[in-house]
Structures are given as structure tokens and as C-alpha cells.
């Protein structure tokens, strides 16, 4: 018996995401790999978190760019865990939809997005957060030092601080370390303390303004011995400084406090980072005080699974929507894979196919982008009285060369295993949209297509017949009205999904249902479990209106603004 199973709230979900993935589920996002996932809800407190500098990667795991940087982006999170007293490494997700609101304050132009925020920080359209464009772990490790260096750690200690007030804010430390670091502008001859040329390539403000090149030794040595935290280090660059702990300067010193104020001295070596963070080290160790624990090793993600997992969280979590994914997918296929099949197009068949196509141009499914090149296409074909399969697959490339289908997955059509739901489903999804935004139509046009294109283009008897059988009953002469051809449509397929419920096409994970289900519409039934069709009719008019088509797992890298 898996323990696992039983103390969680969310059984049935968990179960079902359980059969899903086969095993253990795969996250996009492992907290194990010192990461945390913010969403539109913990974001802003999240960010104004007083203690560390936050570094923040916007993503949408269904572009291909954030799939790229992933292993990377693992990679630099891990790395950065030795910082964690000083930097959290956040991600967020643009691809939901709540989320967009958020990244597009954020103006993110493009997934993935690095962008460092300082500790405390508050949302200001001045400041939204300084970008990291480097895609390579070394260089944003170095790019996010010089930023860290920024935080108040880092601020030198000066001749004027006083060292009673030095644990001031080191609550749970045992000793601070005081590291010399050189700033070119007190550079003295005969002061023989300087720091290793090596060391003297970064540059920091606090030095002077007129000369800002100084040491990094002081710095290096802070970051390099943040695992440790039972030690701080304070740097200052002011010789007047070792005066207070009753010594002269003297090269390669290291002056270690304990909390009672009592100085001990270390003498590393050389002046290198590396050698002051051995010398402190072997002290600390030699007082049995240890780094903080390695991180874990965990399994890289698996970005198809992780990405199953997210689509079926996302549909099952959510109310009822449709997805443009499913929209793209349905016309993607339609367009490059279905209507191909046709040897020739003459006659009727032809009529359906351009009928098809000026409907998508009147009514576009796709990115606004599409419409131009939908108009292209059916004008390009209007004019033909004979296509060849492969010369409407040539209209089709050439027409829409210029458009990317983004819907790459199913989303709210994703099946449990091969062979179901998918186009099928996506078909009916856009067909319902295709009623819903058609206005300008007569009525009954679009119902009519789906029947000439079940017919011409679907292969499956079975469709067909269920098409007629409905039709005795609700012949398509009563459809006048706009509003009815939303109504019929949607009746018409509660009938095929009552002939087809438990059959052996049906997705045990999605059963056929009389849609909508009494959680996604309490309203469209009355207390005897009638349709109220008033009720039904707004509700379908609202999940399938454009404007509120989830952009949920369309693999767009840029549209967050
Ligand atoms: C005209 C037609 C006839 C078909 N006949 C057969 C057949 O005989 N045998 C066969 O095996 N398959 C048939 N199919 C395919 C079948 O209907 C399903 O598309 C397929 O089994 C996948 O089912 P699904 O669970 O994904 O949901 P689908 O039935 O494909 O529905 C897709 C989505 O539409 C929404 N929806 C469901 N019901 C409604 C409704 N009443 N109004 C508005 N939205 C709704 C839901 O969001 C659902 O997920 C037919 C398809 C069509 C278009
Ligand atoms: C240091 O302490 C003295 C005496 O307690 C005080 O007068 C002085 O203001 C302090 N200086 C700083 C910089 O805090
Ligand atoms: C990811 O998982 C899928 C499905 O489980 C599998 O087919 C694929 O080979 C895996 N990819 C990698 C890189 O492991
Ligand atoms: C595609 O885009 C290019 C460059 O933007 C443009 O010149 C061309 O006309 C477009 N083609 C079509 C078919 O829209
Ligand atoms: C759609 O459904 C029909 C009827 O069940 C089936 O023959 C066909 O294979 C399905 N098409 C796809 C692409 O799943
Ligand atoms: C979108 O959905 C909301 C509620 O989910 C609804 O109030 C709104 O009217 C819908 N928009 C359109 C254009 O139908």
C-alpha cells in the first residue's frame, strides 16, 4: 500500500494524475532544485521578501526557447543553492492564464526572461527589475554577483561603525569575519597590503567615484562563504579600521570576531579568495561548524511528461474552458492533413472546402495574424473549378507560410492514451466555437458545413448516420435564428455523446457527459434536471467566445505585452 495516497485532500485528481504519468509524476519545477514556483497570487509578496535578492525566471514551458534553457536554467539554480542565505531563485509560469496579467506589467517581451529583483522589493513601473540576457551559467553566476553586491551585506564597514553593533544583524551567526579589500584609492606604497591582481577586476561603486576599479577579494570571500552559517563576513577597504582590533596592518591578516567581540587572527596564505575561504574554512571546521547540507540529487525533468502533467493539473483544476491550443490543432489538421486526403476537389466537394475556408477567414480560430492569409487562401481557391489534393496543400503552404501554429499539444481535448479524444475532439470544439462567433452568417450555415464536411471528409458512416438521426428529430429547416444554431449544434452532440457514452472509444478519464456538467453550470438545469435552454445558451455563448479562449499551452514565446 503506497502511504502517499492517503493523506491527501485532492484523492481522486491525485489518483488520475497518478494513472496519467505512469509512476511519479514529472514537475516542470523541482523545489529540491532550489527552486520556487511563484503564481499571480504569491508573486508580489514573494518579491518584497526583506532579506534576499530574488532572481526570477518568467517562462512558458510550451515555447521552445524555455524548453531549451531548461537544463541550463536546472543547472544555474542548483549552483546558486550555495547562495540561497542571500538570493532565492523564483520561477514563474506565463503560459496560464491568471499569470498573464502579471507578466505583462512585467512587459516580458519573450519566455524565458531573467530578470533580478533586490530584497524588499515593490512593484514600481520604474523598476521592473534588472534583465540578464546571458543564457550561459557562468556568466549570469557572475552577472548576478556584481548585483548581489548591491545588498546590504556587502556594505563596507567603515571607520565610523562601531564594532559593538557589529551582530546587529547577524541574529543567528557566531562569528563575523573581517576581510581587507583594496580600493585602488587609498592604495598606499609603502602600504604593503594589497590584494592579489586577480582579484582586482571587478568593479563596485562603494570605492570612489572617481575611481571605482577595487578589489574583489572581499566580496568573493562573502559569496564563497555563504554555505557556512555560522560565519558573516564584513569587508572594508579603510586600514584605519584594524586600529579598532588593536593590530596594524599587515598583509594576508583575517581578523575573526566571536559574539563576545573578541578578535582572533587568520593568516591565509596568499591574498586570494580562495586561500582567505580555506583559512576560514579550516577554523571552522576545526570548531565542527559545517557548510550547510548539499543539495539533493534529483532526476532532470522529463519536459513532454512534465508538461502532460501541468495540461491534465491545469483542465482538471480548472472550470470548463476552450482552448485555442485545441482550435489550432483542429485547423493545423483540417488544413495540412485531412482535406489532402482528397484525391480531387470538383463539384460539391470543392464548395464545401472554400464554404470552409471563408468561414475560418469570417470567424478566424487562429492568432489574429491568420486572417489575412485565410482570406489569401480562399481567395486563391474561389477561383479554381478543380484542386488536386496536393495543389491545395501547395495553396495551403504558400498561404500560410507566414503562420506558425502555436497549438502543438491538445490541451483541453488531451487523451489517456493513444487513439481518442484529440482531433475528434477538437473537431466538435470547433465547430462550437465556429456557431458561436459566426454572427454575421445566416443561420444554420455552420451546422450545414459540419455536415458536408462529416460527410466528405470524415470517413465514418457512423458520424454521418448519428448526424441524420438527430437531424429527424430537429430538422435543420427550424434553425432561423443565430441563437438556435448554437442550441442545435450543442443538442446534436449531447446525442451522439449519449450513443457513444461507455463505448469503446470513449476516454475513461473523460466520460461522455450531457454537457455541461451540473459543476460547470449549476444554472442550466431546473430542480427536475431539466435543460434550461436560456441558461445553456449563455453559458455556451461565453466559454466559446473568443474572448475568453484560454491561451493556455500555446507555445507563444512573445506575446506577453
Ligand atoms: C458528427 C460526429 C459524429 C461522431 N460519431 C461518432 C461515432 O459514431 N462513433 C465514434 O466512435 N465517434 C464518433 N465521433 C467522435 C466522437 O463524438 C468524439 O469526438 C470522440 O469520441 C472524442 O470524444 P471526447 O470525449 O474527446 O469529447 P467530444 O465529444 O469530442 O467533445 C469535445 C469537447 O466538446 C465539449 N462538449 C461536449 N459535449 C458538448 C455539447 N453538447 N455542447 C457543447 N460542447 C460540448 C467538451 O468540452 C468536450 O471535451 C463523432 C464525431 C462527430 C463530429
Ligand atoms: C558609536 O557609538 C558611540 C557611543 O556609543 C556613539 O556615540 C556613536 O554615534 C556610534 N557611531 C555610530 C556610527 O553608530
Ligand atoms: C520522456 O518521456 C516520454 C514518455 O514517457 C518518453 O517517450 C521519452 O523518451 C522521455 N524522454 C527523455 C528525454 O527521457
Ligand atoms: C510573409 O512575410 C513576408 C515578410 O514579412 C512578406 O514579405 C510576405 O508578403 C508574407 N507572405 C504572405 C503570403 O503573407
Ligand atoms: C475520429 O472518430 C472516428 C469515429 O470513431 C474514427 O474512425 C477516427 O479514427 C477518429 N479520428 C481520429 C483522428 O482520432
Ligand atoms: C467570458 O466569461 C465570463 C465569465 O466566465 C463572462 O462573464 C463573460 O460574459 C464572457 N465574455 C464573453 C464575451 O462572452
Known sequence: MNPYLYYTPALPLLMCLLLFSSGLSQLLYNTDDNVEQLDFASFETGLSEPTRGKLVKFFNGFCKDSQDFMPAFRKLSRKLYKWKRILKVHVFDCS?????????????????????FPMAYRRDPEDLGTEISSRKVKEIESELALYLAELKYFKLFSREDNVTDIFRDYEHVKYI????????????PHFETGNSMEEKQASLDNCNKDN????????????????????????????????????????????????????????????????????VRQFLEFNDLKA????????????????????????????????????????DQILNLELPKTSNFVGKRLKVVNNFLRLMYNSNPLRPEAKGMLN???????????????????????????????GKNYIGCIASRPHLRDFNCSLWTLFHYLTVESKSLNAGSVVQLLK???????????????????????????????????????????????????????????????????????SCRDKRSKWRTGEVLKYLKSIYALKNLSWFGMATCNTYI
Not at 578589489?215 to 579600521?241: M, S
Not at 486563391?380 to 501547395?394: A, T, Y
Open 96 to 116: 496560464k492564464d491568471e499569470n498573464h496579467e502579471i507578466c505583462r506589467s512585467f512587459i516580458i517581451r519573450s519566455t524565458p526572461t531573467l530578470r533580478y
Open 177 to 188: 569575519a573581517m576581510v581587507f579589500q583594496m580600493c585602488l584609492f587609498n592604495f598606499m
Open 212 to 279: 571605482p576599479i577595487v578589489a574583489a577579494i572581499g566580496r568573493n570571500t562573502l559569496l564563497e562563504l555563504l554555505p557556512y552559517n555560522q560565519i558573516a563576513v564584513r569587508v572594508f577597504d579603510d586600514h584605519h579600521v584594524y586600529a579598532k582590533f588593536n593590530v596594524s596592518p599587515v598583509p594576508n591578516l583575517i581578523v575573526v570576531l566571536n559574539r563576545k567581540l573578541k578578535p582572533l587572527f587568520l593568516t591565509p596564505e596568499v591574498d586570494t579568495s580562495e586561500a582567505y575561504v580555506a583559512a
Open 292 to 331: 550547510h547540507k548539499p543539495l539533493q540529487k534529483t532526476q532532470p525533468t522529463n519536459i513532454s511528461e512534465a508538461l502532460r502533467y501541468e495540461i491534465l493539473k491545469q483542465i482538471k483544476k480548472q472550470p470548463q474552458r476552450i482552448y485555442r491550443a485545441d482550435l489550432e490543432r483542429a485547423v
Open 376 to 406: 489569401h487562401l480562399y481567395n486563391s481557391m474561389k477561383i479554381k473549378s478543380r484542386v488536386s489534393g496536393v495543389g491545395f496543400r501547395e495553396l495551403v503552404i504558400k498561404a500560410l507560410k507566414n503562420y506558425t501554429f502555436e
Open 452 to 522: 458536408d464536411y462529416v460527410k466528405f471528409f470524415m470517413y465514418c458512416n457512423d458520424c454521418q448516420n448519428h448526424l441524420q438521426e438527430f437531424e429527424k428529430r430537429r430538422p435543420l429547416s427550424d434553425v432561423i435564428e443565430h441563437d438556435q444554431e448554437i442550441l442545435w449544434l450543442w443538442q446534436a452532440h449531447n446525442y451522439v455523446n449519449k450513443q457513444l457514452a461507455g463505448a469503446s472509444t470513449e476516454d475513461p478519464e473523460f466520460p461522455k457527459i450531457q454537457f455541461p456538467s451540473e459543476r460547470d453550470c449549476p
